[in-house]
Nanobody, 120 residues
Framework: QVRLVESGGGSVQAGGSLKLSCVIT?????????MGWYHQPPGKVRELVAS????????SYADSVKGRFTISLDYALNTMYLRMNGLKPEDTGVYYC????????????WGPGIRVTVSS
């Protein structure tokens, strides 16, 4: 079982920065194959914005956030981060932390989500 809890959201003006955290409160980061951050704008579907492969730390980003967002892991703290710089109004929405355990099948675990509001 894996339990995830996000923090660090809030309201900022365009051009500002936020750093989201996702703490693994149950489970261990070394038992997880891949972690990511998903963004769900108001009234729209949830989309992957950044992902990282645990162990090797290979990262991937959606085109919309490349050069502005940075995903990282702290293995000692069982925590994943998303540093968001140069925030835009279209970054507004709920951000969800995701963890994937890949064995014979893939199991997805989600945090409850955290809201980010960027005003123009």
């Amino acid at each position: 079982q894996v339990r995830l809890v996000e923090s660090g959201g809030g309201s900022v003006q365009a051009g500002g920065s936020l750093k989201l955290s996702c703490v693994i409160t149950e489970g261990n980061i070394f038992s997880i194959n891949n972690m990511g951050w998903y963004h769900q704008p108001p009234g729209k579907v949830r989309e992957l914005v950044a992902s990282i492969i645990t162990g090797g730390d290979t990262t991937s980003y959606a085109d919309s956030v490349k050069g502005r967002f940075t995903i990282s892991l702290d293995y000692a703290l069982n925590t994943m981060y998303l540093r968001m710089n140069g925030l835009k109004p279209e970054d507004t929405g709920v951000y969800y932390c995701n963890a994937k355990k890949i064995d014979r099948d893939t199991r997805d675990y989600w945090g409850p989500g955290i809201r980010v509001t960027v005003s123009s």
